[in-house]
């Protein structure tokens, strides 16, 4: 039944920044931000709990910031001094309701 829509991923140089937005068409007030980059596990990047708490990977730390608009049903990952290996395709996701989009893809390159 839900349905999440990620965009926002483009190719940047390394240093640079993007910001990924994610669409529900759902109410929310958890979520989380996953990535997988080609040959390698998905991994969760970033997460908001249902109390605004939020937690990342020690790679992304200090670089990566998620936030919620609760009443417009999205969620925003603000990706700053991307490195190459940030180049995935992220996904968000509702925790518990394994529904996943599309993704969009990053790609951090010279």
């Known amino acids: 039944q839900a349905q999440l829509v990620e965009s926002g991923g483009g190719l940047v140089q390394p240093g640079g920044s993007l910001t990924l937005s994610c669409l529900s068409n759902?109410?929310?007030?958890?979520m989380d931000w996953y990535r997988q980059a080609p040959g390698k596990q998905r991994e969760v990047v970033a997460s908001?709990?249902?109390?605004?708490?939020?937690t990342y990977a020690d790679s992304v730390k200090g670089r990566f910031t998620i936030y919620r608009d609760i009443p417009r049903r999205t969620a925003t990952l603000r990706m700053t001094n991307l490195k190459p290996e940030d180049t995935a395709v992220y996904y968000c996701?509702?925790?518990?309701?394994?529904?996943w989009g599309q993704g969009t893809q990053v790609t951090v390159s010279r």
């Open positions: 996701n509702i925790p518990r309701t394994n529904t």
């Open positions: 759902v109410d929310f007030y958890a």
């Open positions: 908001v709990d249902i109390f605004g708490k939020t």
